[in-house]
Nanobody
Framework: QVQLVESGGGLVQTGGSLRLSCAAS????????MGWYRQVPGKQRELVAIISSGWYTNYADSVKGRFAISRDNAKNTVYLQMNSLEPEDTAVYYC???????????WGQGTQVTVSS
């Protein structure tokens, strides 16, 4: 099993920045994809950004140009740099890990990001 520990969430004003971190531990496959999803009460969880161990990335259209995902393969850690934050970015952000097998999927506990004007 893989365990994920997230940090970096908090309260920020419109236009501000936050940096989220997610560290994976346990039976981590060296070939994996990690990423960030977010969820607002009453809405489905949605993709924010993902990054593979080979640094292939994919972003939601709503965050392109504002957010940047990166990772440290040696530390099994993924980061999400969030700039130009808007109230619409307010959500619980969840880290996800996916190995080469479907059974390997893991989710973090979630970290709250609140953007106020």
């Amino acid at each position: 099993q893989v365990q994920l520990v997230e940090s970096g969430g908090g309260l920020v004003q419109t236009g501000g920045s936050l940096r989220l971190s997610c560290a994976a531990s346990g039976s981590v496959d060296s070939f994996n994809t990690m990423g960030w999803y977010r969820q607002v009460p009453g809405k489905q969880r949605e993709l924010v950004a993902i990054i593979s161990s080979g640094w292939y990335t994919n972003y939601a259209d709503s965050v392109k140009g504002r957010f940047a995902i990166s990772r440290d393969n040696a530390k099994n850690t993924v980061y999400l740099q969030m700039n130009s934050l808007e109230p619409e970015d307010t959500a619980v952000y969840y880290c996800r890990y996916t190995g080469r097998l479907r059974e390997s999927i893991s989710w973090g506990q979630g970290t709250q990001v609140t953007v106020s004007s």
